[in-house]
């Protein structure tokens, strides 16, 4: 991953919340398997403060998209994307992955029993080195 670019992850905009830090900005939920697929295979955990680009894709031409920072709903028990001051807009459509490979986090093995949008409802973990497979998007320690 190019560290000076922030990871861009599929999410669901139909997920919109309050921010968490600053309630009058806009929020995506991370809640879906992409998102936590996303994460998994770039190797990001999240932690708060992480920025990063949230999309959604609208249609063949065009794609919803909002970079914020990661931050950790501890009432609600769910990480979102804090959108910034520009909000969700509409960009070009981005590449669409067709992958359905999900990868350890840690170790970058494929995780076998992982098929597509089932490895974070099952409880898998990583055959390789034990991380599990919802590791990316687990809660920060309590605050």
């Not at 520009?86 to 960009?91: F, H, I, S």
Request: hydrophobic share 40%; net charge negative; with cysteine.
């Amino acid at each position: 991953m190019n560290r000076s670019a922030p990871q861009r992850i599929s999410a669901d905009f139909n997920g919109l919340v309050s921010g968490v830090v600053n309630p009058a900005r806009i929020a995506v939920v991370l809640d879906t398997y992409g998102s936590l697929r996303d994460l998994s295979n770039a190797g990001v955990v999240l932690s708060p403060g992480l920025a990063l680009v949230a999309f959604d894709e609208s249609d063949d031409d065009e794609d919803l998209e909002g970079h914020g920072t990661a931050q950790h709903d501890y009432k609600r028990a769910w990480w979102v994307v804090e959108f910034d001051e520009q909000g969700v807009r509409y960009v070009p459509a981005g590449p669409r992955s067709v992958t359905r490979e999900f990868r350890c986090v840690k170790c970058q093995s494929l995780l076998v029993g992982a098929a597509y949008n089932t490895a974070w409802r099952a409880g898998v973990g990583c055959g390789v080195c034990g991380t599990s497979a919802v590791a990316a998007i687990a809660p920060p320690p309590a605050i």
